[in-house]
């Protein structure tokens, strides 16, 4: 199918992009790298009248080490998959993020999706929702009433919903330094033909001198309706010198009371199965990083 006739415009600023939303109002769309838009507009489950190009505004993209954060990192909203999977310092600072980004479609979508885009878009079936919230990130924000942040827990709100308001564009995510002291890692079980997450989990986690959890946090995507938090897991290993059998004690609660998703690609029952199974295998991943064993 081809999607409905619309207009398109290609602002050359922020303050430009920003205007065109408070013009064209419910109207208008923002396209990023446009490979989660464009496919839903094709399917006519989406006909916006105007398209607004925000891809080549070079504020809104770059990775750099962000400032007063003592070694925590800034990722601009347009900044490519494949682009962060290339970064060293995203490497150095959220390894998860780097597997995350080099685990998305293939070359032609990480050349041309972004990590703003991938967000706002919040598909349940999405690997980054699983890593910004690990990471405890922040999602900045900007719209009519100015700028604002939100933290990666409250950003998601349902499938395909974020807190979003009418108007807002994504600018950067921001892990802190506090994310960056852990070590982290992300894995998924994918569909074979989408590279989607059936399960995809993050792990993020830091031991103190003893080896003990100082701080660890675990977030899963293509479970439920929209990524979630396996806080169960997290209060089960806080504060414990871990082991690989402690860990596979603590992951298998990763499913547990979750209104799981039900579809031809897996079942309610097996999707929660993959959240224990790969939650075990994340947090065994990150902790390994972390004591180099």
């Known amino acids: 199918m081809i999607p409905a006739s619309f207009d398109y415009v290609r602002p050359q600023s922020l303050e430009d992009a920003l205007a065109q939303l408070r013009e064209h109002g419910e109207d208008a769309r923002v396209l990023a790298g446009g490979h989660s838009l464009l496919p ?7 006909d916006p009248g105007v ?6 505004l070079e504020d809104l993209s770059g990775i750099s080490e962000s400032e007063g954060s003592e070694g ?33 479609g293939d070359v032609q979508v990480r ?19 699983a890593v910004v919230l690990a990471a405890g990130a922040e999602i900045t924000v900007v719209g009519a009433d100015g700028e604002r942040v939100i933290g990666a827990d409250d950003f998601f709100t349902g499938a395909y919903e974020t807190a979003l308001r009418a108007g ?25 033909a989408s590279g989607f997450a059936v399960c995809g989990v993050a792990a993020r986690l830091a031991l103190d001198g003893n080896g003990v959890v100082a701080s660890i946090r675990v977030g899963v995507t293509g479970v439920a309706a929209t990524a979630y938090r396996a806080t169960s897991v997290e209060n089960a290993l806080m504060g414990s010198a871990p082991s690989a059998e402690s860990i596979r004690k603590a992951a298998a609660g990763a499913g547990e009371g979750v209104d799981a998703l039900d579809d031809f690609y897996a079942g309610a029952d097996f999707r929660r199965h993959l959240a224990g199974v790969y939650t075990a295998r994340a947090i065994g991943k990150a902790w390994i990083r972390a004591t180099g064993k």
């Open 40 to 46: 839903v507009m094709k399917a006519r489950l989406a």
């Open 111 to 129: 050349n041309r999706g972004t990590l703003g885009g991938s967000l706002a878009h919040a598909d349940p079936a999405a690997d980054y929702p």
């Open 72 to 104: 925590g990192v800034r990722i601009g909203a347009m900044t490519t998959h494949a682009e962060i999977e290339a970064s060293s310092l995203v490497r150095g600072k959220c390894y998860s993020l780097v597997e995350a980004a080099g685990a998305i």
């Open 51 to 56: 398209l607004i190009d925000v891809a080549g």
């Open 168 to 192: 807002e564009i994504i600018t950067s995510v921001r892990i802190r330094a506090s994310a960056v002291r852990g070590s982290s890692a992300y894995l998924k079980a994918a569909q074979q």
